[in-house]
């Protein structure tokens, strides 16, 4: 059986930098793309960055874009997501996931997904 573990999270103030990993244990994951979505109390899950396998293409919701930087090593099966000028907005839990494609996780349709880890960013 296949587990996601995320792994990073924490507390930081707002400006700063933290960057999250999310490994795979079990049974090697296929292709598929890996992203991460976020929830905090009173919103709705969030998708805030997807990369395909290959880790050529990526994906950011609008609210990230240009503070958040989605990567992958296949060859270790893990994801990283590096997050800088964090904002205390940015404050959830975050979740890494599998999904057949970057545009399949986009609609919120995971095969896979972690425990999560929180982030909580202070003002």
């Known amino acids: 059986q296949v587990q996601l573990v995320e792994s990073g999270g924490g507390l930081v103030q707002a400006g700063g930098s933290l960057r999250l990993s999310c490994a795979a244990s079990?049974?090697?994951?296929?292709?598929?793309?890996m992203g991460w979505f976020r929830q905090a109390p009173g919103n709705e899950r969030e998708v805030v960055a997807a990369?395909?396998?290959?880790?050529?293409?990526?994906y950011y919701a609008d609210s990230v874009e240009g503070r958040f930087t989605i990567s992958r090593n296949g060859a270790e099966s893990t994801v990283y997501l590096q997050m800088d000028s964090l904002k205390p907005e940015d404050t959830a839990v975050y979740y890494c996931?599998?999904?057949?494609?970057?545009?399949?996780?986009?609609?919120?349709?995971?095969?896979?997904w972690g425990q999560g880890t929180q982030v909580t960013v202070s003002s």
């Open positions: 990369v395909t396998w290959s880790g050529l293409g990526a």
């Open positions: 079990g049974r090697p994951l296929p292709s598929y793309a």
């Open positions: 996931a599998a999904g057949k494609s970057t545009a399949t996780l986009r609609r919120g349709h995971y095969d896979y």
